[in-house]
């Protein structure tokens, strides 16, 4: 199951425009701050339980192509993690497993609004919209034991390390595939708020370091040989 990421935030907007000599509304582009809150959804927190949120931040520079179409590049850091203890499920609960990781997220989006948006007009103050695009991702999964933080990566605890069925270590990079749903609003000449929510399909099996099995402590003395226990 590849993992996902689910950000929602409130963003404030910093548009920068111009009026011809005809007065004619021209966007030359808008800067924005983003601050919110991000979930992760996987083996993990297979029930989408939103109850263990965790900050997001941004900023992102985007322009408009007209009254409708936007492009936008933006820069996003977030914090993931959930733990098995959270689970209903007693097998959950019996194999304890937890992570958390820091992300840190490079996209290019493309946004359509719904309604025509230009600001200082009382007729085009809003919009309700959709943002869809491609990134790139940082993760590196990590546990709290005892109350000191252990990367999980380097430990290879599906039996990456020494080539397990073939498993190979993962990387630290990931390609995420954004999409996400908001509404814009304009208070100012120079100020807009909007809300949004989105939502990163990722390219990695290993945001929390579980995908296959758990390789446990081995047989008979030999490295190489695992128990297939569920992960």
Avoid at 190 to 207: C, H, L, Q
Wanted: net charge positive.
């Amino acid at each position: 199951m590849n993992r996902k990421i689910l950000i929602a935030f409130v963003a404030f907007i910093f548009t920068l425009s111009a009026k011809s000599q005809s007065t004619e509304y021209v966007q030359k582009g808008e800067f924005g701050i983003t601050v919110g809150a991000a979930h992760y959804f996987g083996d993990l927190n297979t029930r989408a339980s939103l109850s263990r949120a965790k900050p997001a931040l941004g900023l992102f520079f985007r322009k408009q192509f007209g009254n409708y179409v936007g492009l936008r590049i933006a820069g996003h850091y977030a914090q993931v993690g959930f733990s098995d203890t959270y689970s209903k499920n007693e097998y959950q609960k019996t194999r304890n497993l937890s992570f958390n990781s820091n992300i840190w997220e490079l996209t290019l989006q493309g946004d359509f609004n719904f309604f025509k948006f230009v600001p200082s007009d009382p007729d085009h103050l809003y919009t309700p919209y959709v943002t869809l695009g491609v990134g790139i991702f940082s993760y590196d999964p990590y546990a709290l034991i005892d109350g000191k933080k252990v990367f999980l990566r380097p430990l290879g605890t599906e039996g990456q390390n020494v080539g397990y069925k073939g498993r190979k270590q993962y990387g630290t990079m990931a390609v995420c595939i954004p999409f996400g749903v908001g509404i814009k609003y304009n208070i100012s000449p120079k100020i807009n708020m909007s809300v949004e929510a989105g939502y990163r399909f990722t390219t990695t099996d290993y945001m929390d370091d579980v995908s296959t099995t758990y390789a446990g402590t081995g047989i008979g003395g030999d490295p190489n040989s695992f128990p297939d226990v569920p992960s």
